[in-house]
């Protein structure tokens, strides 16, 4: 497994994690299903913030792994294609910690996006009804 983390360029032959990489991963997962949960949820911040709390509390050494499953399962239960470079993530224990970390990082910051949008649109929708 550690062949293919070295062949997406996850881990260096030395076994550096280089995390450039992960956030590159990360960067082009994370969107996709922040909006897919954005949407599926419709915007329902008390789902979304239980499914970030899920994410945090099991972001412990003896949880990663399966909140990595998790994170798979979701894609699938929201048609995403989960990517083949971060697959093999799990098999690394720092490339995991740093690709959770990241994940839950930039889920956050898309969501938090998302509900300044909303509140943007809703203080314009009041500000024309005046």
Known sequence: MQNQLITTGIISRSGKVSNNK???IVGAMTLPFAEMVWVTTNGDRDTV???????????????????????QML????????????THIPTHKIALEYFIFSFI???GEI?????T????MRIKEQLKTQ
């Open 105 to 107: 990082l930039d889920f």
């Open 111 to 115: 969501i938090k996006n998302y509900i």
């Open 75 to 86: 894609y699938g239960l929201m048609g995403l294609q989960f990517s083949d470079e971060a």
């Open 117 to 120: 949008e909303e509140q943007s």
């Open 22 to 24: 992960i956030n590159l």
């Open 49 to 71: 913030n239980r499914l970030t709390e899920v994410f945090v509390t099991m972001n412990t050494p003896a949880d990663r792994g399966k909140l990595f499953k998790i994170i």
